[in-house]
T-cell receptor, first 111, second 116 residues
């Protein structure tokens, strides 16, 4: 398998601020990446994806940046809301089938 | 669309018994499904890739005789944890790819297994 997290980093932000969540992926051959949001006791929920031929992609309130040189992804959430509190994972694939998940970051939004 | 449902959501079983978890794609056909395991405050670990009509492909370190996977139809994959022990207690999550919709995988809500 690929990188597996043993400890969950945490990030706390004030409501209304922007959040930046980072992810280092492990396989330079990975060509497709997805950010997922996971709330407690639930399965992951798709947020946004990006292919390796892009370095930036924007969605509604979210932006994903990809730096292939250093194998780094970031997820930016604008105007963070309490409902954004969750664990965020990046997932990579180089097969187009199997997805391997990063460590994850626990985001807490302070009202 | 693209709903994946797991059953049961939560199960408690006695040590030594076997438990079957179902993963269904409700509104699309999934030739490939995936099974993950997640311990508290940790990431999802891919266990195996389930292919409709053929044997599952297991990730390194995952015991195929312990975690039996069957993908008998385009909408159903099952994971059976055989002779479960307390260390098998975990959150098991499946995902499915829509055969006709590119790369995105859709996840079930997960199954919490507790072995006592």
């Amino acid at each position: 398998g690929e990188s597996v997290g043993l400890h969950l980093p945490t990030l706390s932000v004030q409501e209304g601020d922007n959040s930046i969540i980072n992810c280092a992926y492990s396989n330079s051959a990975s060509d497709y990446f997805i950010w997922y949001k996971q709330e407690s006791g639930k399965g992951p929920q798709f947020i946004i994806d990006i292919r390796s031929n892009m370095d930036k992609r924007q969605g509604q309130r979210v932006t994903v940046l990809l730096n292939k040189t250093v194998k780094h992804l970031s997820l930016q959430i604008a105007a963070t809301q309490p409902g954004d509190s969750a664990v965020y994972f990046c997932a990579e694939t180089y097969t187009g089938n199997q997805f391997y998940f990063g460590t994850g970051t626990s985001l807490t939004v302070i009202p | 669309g693209a709903v994946v449902s797991q059953h049961p959501s939560w199960v408690i079983c006695k040590s030594g018994t076997s438990v079957k978890i179902e993963c269904r794609s409700l509104d699309f056909q999934a030739t490939t499904m995936f099974w993950y395991r997640q311990f508290p405050k940790q990431s999802l670990m891919l266990m195996a890739t389930s292919n409709e009509g053929s044997k599952a492909t297991y990730e390194q370190g995952v015991e195929k005789d312990k975690f039996l996977i069957n993908h008998a139809s385009l909408t159903l994959s099952t994971l059976t944890v055989t002779s479960a022990h307390p260390e098998d207690s975990s959150f098991y999550i499946c995902s499915a790819k829509n055969s006709g919709r590119g790369s995105e995988a859709f996840f079930g809500q997960g199954t919490r297994l507790t072995v006592v």
